[in-house]
């Protein structure tokens, strides 16, 4: 019968249709396993660094606060000693003028010390910057990984507006970010020493 | 007259951090905040420069780049040269010698450690 034969040949070419489009979907499916994958792994990495960074300032700005304490401390112990050698002054006491001076002296000096050791402590900028960088540096890639995502979906040939905009962000960001991914402010994997021998014995 | 150390970092912090240790003891300093603005810098300046601090992590010219190019005036050819890096791996380190680096140090670092090794040589 010429009408079964047109319904056979309409159903065969919606089911080879249907077939292509299964196809194409396990292929779409295939494109978004390594997008899906390597963003997974990077959202925990971000978080980690961002840990890190909070863990890290909260750490140095207590060190600082600290030594700032001390600090505060021996200047009150400086006046004091000053108005004990205004008093010996009056009394012409030399030898207690000149202990006063020493221990006057000795706290001045302390006060220096801890000066240097909150710059060494401020250091945790340098490192933390590093830090962020590299968040932001897995945050971008996710970003453009969703893009890619979005771009499996999107019928339109080439790039969306979007998706320009972001490559755009991402690669001006990318000339400008120098960091290392692995900066830490307590945790030192190598020695100092080690790395003096390393190049004492190239010799200078 | 005091001597002339060239600090290249583009953390203005360690910049200022440095500067103002070498500037306490008595040296003179010249600040760069990457490869390029150094090389432009130790090309224009009238001074001596008897030392470079470098980082290594830096745009438009990182501190191997700035090593091997400063390795290669004849002038700047035995000048000491300090790494300052918060990169620690055994390849850093060995590219930094290799690059002609004569000192490495793990940010972060203290202050009298910086300056110890820069008496070293100066």
């Given at each position: 019968m010429p009408g079964t034969n047109t319904l056979q040949s309409n159903i065969q070419k919606e089911i080879v249709e249907l077939s292509t489009a299964i196809g194409g979907l396990v292929n779409s499916f295939k494109r978004l396993q390594n997008p899906l994958e390597e963003s997974r792994?990077?959202?925990?990495?971000?978080?980690?660094?961002l840990d890190k960074i909070n863990e890290q300032t909260e750490a140095a700005a207590h060190q600082m606060l600290d030594m700032i304490e001390q600090i505060t401390a021996r200047e009150e112990e400086i006046l004091?000693?000053?108005?004990?050698?205004?008093?010996?002054?009056?009394?012409?006491?030399?030898?207690?003028?000149?202990?006063?001076?020493?221990?006057?002296?000795?706290?001045?000096?302390?006060?220096?010390?801890?000066?240097?050791?909150?710059?060494?402590?401020?250091?945790?900028?340098?490192?933390?910057?590093?830090?962020?960088?590299?968040?932001?540096?897995?945050?971008?890639d996710i970003e453009h990984k969703l893009h890619t995502i979005i771009g499996v979906f999107d019928s339109n040939d080439g790039d969306s507006e979007d998706e320009k905009e972001s490559n755009a962000r991402t690669a001006k960001a990318g000339k400008v970010r120098a960091f290392d991914p692995h900066a830490d402010l307590f945790e030192k994997k190598t020695n100092q020493n080690d790395i003096d021998s390393l190049f004492d014995n190239n010799g200078k | 007259m005091s001597q002339t150390i060239l600090v290249v970092d583009d953390s203005p912090t360690v910049v200022k951090f440095v500067s103002f240790s070498l500037k306490n003891r008595g040296f003179n300093v010249?600040?760069?905040?990457?490869?390029?603005?150094?090389?432009?810098?130790?090309?224009?300046?009238?001074?001596?420069i008897d030392l470079v601090i470098t980082d290594l992590n830096m745009p438009n010219l990182d501190g191997y780049g700035l090593i091997e190019t400063i390795r290669q005036n004849e002038k700047y050819s035995s000048m000491p040269i300090i790494i300052l890096s918060?990169?620690?791996?055994?390849?850093?380190?060995?590219?930094?010698k290799k690059a002609g680096a004569t000192s490495y140090l793990i940010k972060p670092f203290k202050s009298d450690k910086l300056l110890s090794e820069v008496k070293k040589f100066l």
């Open positions: 792994n990077k959202v925990p990495q971000a978080t980690d660094q004091e000693q000053i108005d004990q050698t205004r008093a010996c002054l009056e009394s012409g006491d030399n030898d207690k003028i000149l202990s006063c001076l020493r221990i006057i002296a000795e706290k001045a000096q302390t006060n220096l010390n801890d000066s240097f050791l909150i710059m060494d402590a401020l250091q945790f900028q340098d490192i933390t910057s590093q830090q962020m960088n590299h968040a932001a540096s897995l945050l971008e | 010249l600040t760069a905040c990457d490869g390029m603005d150094a090389i432009e810098k130790m090309s224009n300046t009238e001074d001596d918060s990169e620690q791996a055994e390849e850093d380190r060995e590219k930094g």
